[in-house]
């Protein structure tokens, strides 16, 4: 784990499973050599690979893609809209935030 924002990062995740399908997972992981987080990150894999593959998975994403642009130019409007002409770090990092009294 050399980079926590990177690709290497690990992330944990807890998931509940029927007792049943619990057990068989587990009896395949061993029969198979692995622990149940080896096996989990192999089932992944494969979710992933199998999604990567499907007729619609690439126009799926690519619309999920602007949909996210579209919500980040919204952002940076409302942003824009806060300051006016001026961009947020020309206002003064010192003075934002804080109220002056013009008689003290």
Known sequence: M????????????GIRL??????????????????LGDAVLRAVE???QSKRSESDF????AAALSEIEREAANRRAAIEGLFGDESPTAKGAGTRGRK???QS
């Open 58 to 61: 690439a126009a799926r994403a």
């Open 2 to 13: 050399t980079d926590p924002n990177g690709k290497n990062a690990v992330k944990t995740l």
């Open 100 to 102: 002056t009294d013009p």
């Open 46 to 48: 494969l979710y992933v």
């Open 18 to 35: 029927p007792g049943e399908l619990h057990a068989q997972f587990a009896l395949v992981a061993q029969l198979d050599g692995l622990n």
